[in-house]
């Protein structure tokens, strides 16, 4: 079967599995904030529309100067992008006919760019506890140029240590090796420890930041990228000119100047969280242990999870599947923490299950 890559446009994993689209689906693949967008980008849109008949900052520096001031980091170490897969792209480019290691399971994208730019690729896999297992990874970097690792991880919700993180960076650094950590959902991770200050020692460090997920504004597409300024210089003379539109922009420095959203929802996430894991637990799923805004899901009285994964089809709740993640194979479900009653509508399906 030709396996959607993504989640998000249901319409086509309905297609791949010759189910007949209901009238009304909720859609639980798509790992995007369930309040929305913050409420003065609907208020500001109109001025945005002012600003769509001039060409757009190439280096969008009013948006790099708010990162800056909030992350705490100079100017030059920011590279503004077209969403995170553009700048996933980007680093493919720069690694080309390198080697590289993936740790897995996670975000698809990172594999893709490397393919379409020669690299050859390796893995590591979180064992079966969703740990990092950092003595077999320093196993596998010798010869590399660079290793992905998704933190917190996508698919799991998974989040890695700073101490792990700091053991890993330093030895990618004695190595020459790049570590690329996608920090794509970080700010929906309420103990999250910015590893900035790890870039002061270890340069090789380059962080992916996504705006689309915590401002849900995928439509917008916008991300950025932290790292030495020798690193960004490289990177970016791989991206187009005016790559990032003008919308994009304004709409992202609207977005950082309300700090208070991502409180609201990482307080939303945690609760909803709560409710679904006590659910799943008394009625015998397991879930992994995430801290963001999705999770894991398997029924383990099914070898597969292919028949659950077609009944919540065919009942109008569209989860993530996971063939198309190393190691995992299907064998778990991915869910989206969404609005109270779509959540809500879920254990009402799960429960129509379980009878």
């Given at each position: 079967m030709n396996w959607p890559a993504h989640g998000s446009n249901p319409q086509y994993i309905y297609e791949a599995m010759n189910i007949p689209k209901p009238n009304t689906w909720i859609d639980l693949s798509a790992n995007i904030n369930p309040l929305g967008p913050p409420k003065s980008i609907l208020e500001k849109w109109l001025h945005f529309y002012e600003s769509i008949g001039e060409y757009p900052d190439p280096f969008a520096n009013a948006l790099k100067e708010q990162i800056a001031q909030q992350a705490g980091v100079a100017k030059e170490s920011i590279l503004i992008g077209n969403g995170g897969a553009e700048l996933i792209m980007l680093l493919g480019r720069m690694l080309a006919q390198k080697n590289v290691l993936i740790v897995q399971p996670t975000f698809s994208e990172y594999e893709k760019a490397c393919q379409a730019n020669g690299c050859h690729i390796s893995y590591h896999y979180?064992?079966?506890?969703?740990?990092l297992n950092l003595q077999g990874l320093m196993e596998k970097l010798d010869g590399v140029?660079?290793?992905f690792l998704c933190n917190p991880n996508n698919p799991t919700g998974v989040c890695f240590s700073l101490a792990e993180i700091q053991f890993l960076a330093e030895a990618c650094t004695r190595k020459g090796i790049y570590l690329i950590i996608d920090e794509a959902f970080y700010d929906f991770w309420k103990d999250y420890e910015?590893?900035?200050?790890?870039?002061?020692?270890?340069?090789n460090i380059i962080l992916i930041r996504s705006m689309t997920k915590m401002y849900a504004i995928p439509g917008l597409r916008l991300g950025y990228l932290i790292a030495s300024e020798e690193v960004v210089g490289?990177?970016?003379?791989?991206?187009?000119?005016w790559s990032v539109n003008v919308l994009a922009m304004l709409a992202g420095q609207e977005c950082l100047k309300d700090e208070e959203f991502i409180n609201q929802?990482?307080?939303?996430?945690?609760?909803?969280?709560?409710?679904?894991?006590?659910?799943?637990?008394?009625?015998g799923f397991e879930m992994?242990?995430?801290?963001?805004?999705?999770?894991?899901l398997r029924d383990p009285e099914?070898?597969?999870?292919?028949?659950?994964?077609?009944?919540?089809?065919?009942?109008?709740?569209?989860p993530r599947h996971t063939m198309n993640f190393p190691g995992l194979g299907g064998e778990w479900l991915r869910f989206a923490i969404k609005s109270k009653t779509e959540n809500d509508q879920l254990l009402q399906v799960l429960e129509e299950w379980r009878r």
């Amino acid at each position: 079967m030709n396996w959607p890559a993504h989640g998000s446009n249901p319409q086509y994993i309905y297609e791949a599995m010759n189910i007949p689209k209901p009238n009304t689906w909720i859609d639980l693949s798509a790992n995007i904030n369930p309040l929305g967008p913050p409420k003065s980008i609907l208020e500001k849109w109109l001025h945005f529309y002012e600003s769509i008949g001039e060409y757009p900052d190439p280096f969008a520096n009013a948006l790099k100067e708010q990162i800056a001031q909030q992350a705490g980091v100079a100017k030059e170490s920011i590279l503004i992008g077209n969403g995170g897969a553009e700048l996933i792209m980007l680093l493919g480019r720069m690694l080309a006919q390198k080697n590289v290691l993936i740790v897995q399971p996670t975000f698809s994208e990172y594999e893709k760019a490397c393919q379409a730019n020669g690299c050859h690729i390796s893995y590591h896999y979180l064992d079966e506890k969703w740990s990092l297992n950092l003595q077999g990874l320093m196993e596998k970097l010798d010869g590399v140029a660079a290793v992905f690792l998704c933190n917190p991880n996508n698919p799991t919700g998974v989040c890695f240590s700073l101490a792990e993180i700091q053991f890993l960076a330093e030895a990618c650094t004695r190595k020459g090796i790049y570590l690329i950590i996608d920090e794509a959902f970080y700010d929906f991770w309420k103990d999250y420890e910015p590893l900035t200050p790890l870039q002061r020692t270890c340069e090789n460090i380059i962080l992916i930041r996504s705006m689309t997920k915590m401002y849900a504004i995928p439509g917008l597409r916008l991300g950025y990228l932290i790292a030495s300024e020798e690193v960004v210089g490289q990177i970016a003379q791989y991206q187009p000119h005016w790559s990032v539109n003008v919308l994009a922009m304004l709409a992202g420095q609207e977005c950082l100047k309300d700090e208070e959203f991502i409180n609201q929802t990482i307080d939303y996430i945690e609760k909803e969280r709560a409710k679904l894991s006590l659910f799943f637990t008394q009625e015998g799923f397991e879930m992994s242990p995430s801290k963001v805004n999705f999770y894991l899901l398997r029924d383990p009285e099914l070898e597969s999870q292919l028949p659950l994964f077609e009944f919540l089809l065919r009942h109008g709740i569209v989860p993530r599947h996971t063939m198309n993640f190393p190691g995992l194979g299907g064998e778990w479900l991915r869910f989206a923490i969404k609005s109270k009653t779509e959540n809500d509508q879920l254990l009402q399906v799960l429960e129509e299950w379980r009878r």
